[in-house]
């Protein structure tokens, strides 16, 4: 069976807030799109942290699962649940074949979670991630550098940029403020 791909994922954090954006697009293979909206951004932890992913999707369901739960085995603290679901990652073997990346916010941390174990946390406020996270980055940090948008003016319109340029993202936008 061909891999499911396709998503773009774009965080902003400004002034004192985080928007969270995805698209809806679900691609199979090169040239199939088997989904126009899927939904790839949530609220977990009592509405107190949004996630975004990209990869595979039922890898990212269970990273997403697991990450939940160490959330409330860290009673909500963001860096030390994110630290521990990687060095998870890291070290066993099934997690490290998982393909997904995600991004987590919640009021005063936004992280990105790779595959490889890493947790990063951007410099300037932006994060993104999946296939056309490079053109919604770029868009995002133009945006933010040159107008005085909110950060989820600044992530919608990045991801709609993105969705112009890469064929693995679609307008179809959901975003999540935190």
């Known amino acids: 069976m061909e891999q499911m791909k396709g998503t773009t994922i774009i965080a902003v954090r ?9 698209d809806g697009q679900v691609t199979m293979g090169q040239a199939t799109i088997m989904k126009n909206s899927a939904k790839k951004v949530h609220r977990i932890y009592n509405n107190e942290v949004v996630i975004g992913f990209a990869g595979s999707v039922a890898d990212a369901f269970s990273l997403r699962e697991r990450f939940e739960t160490k959330l409330e085995e860290y009673s909500g603290s963001l860096k030390r649940a994110a630290v521990s679901l990687a060095q998870d990652w890291r070290s066993d073997k099934v997690m ?13 941390d936004l ?7 890493e947790v990063i946390e951007p410099d300037n406020g932006i994060a993104a991630i999946g ?14 550098e040159n107008t005085e948008l909110p950060a989820d003016e600044i992530a919608k319109k990045a991801l709609l ?18």
């Open 111 to 117: 992280l990105i979670l790779s595959g490889t174990g």
């Open 14 to 22: 400004k002034d004192g807030k985080c928007a969270v954006a995805g």
């Open 96 to 108: 490290r074949q998982l393909e997904a990346l995600l991004i987590v916010a919640n009021k005063d």
């Open 161 to 178: 940029i993105a969705s112009q340029i890469c064929v693995y993202t679609n307008d179809n936008i959901v975003c999540e403020i935190v």
């Open 131 to 144: 296939s056309g996270g490079n053109y919604a980055y770029a868009a995002a940090k133009a945006l933010s």
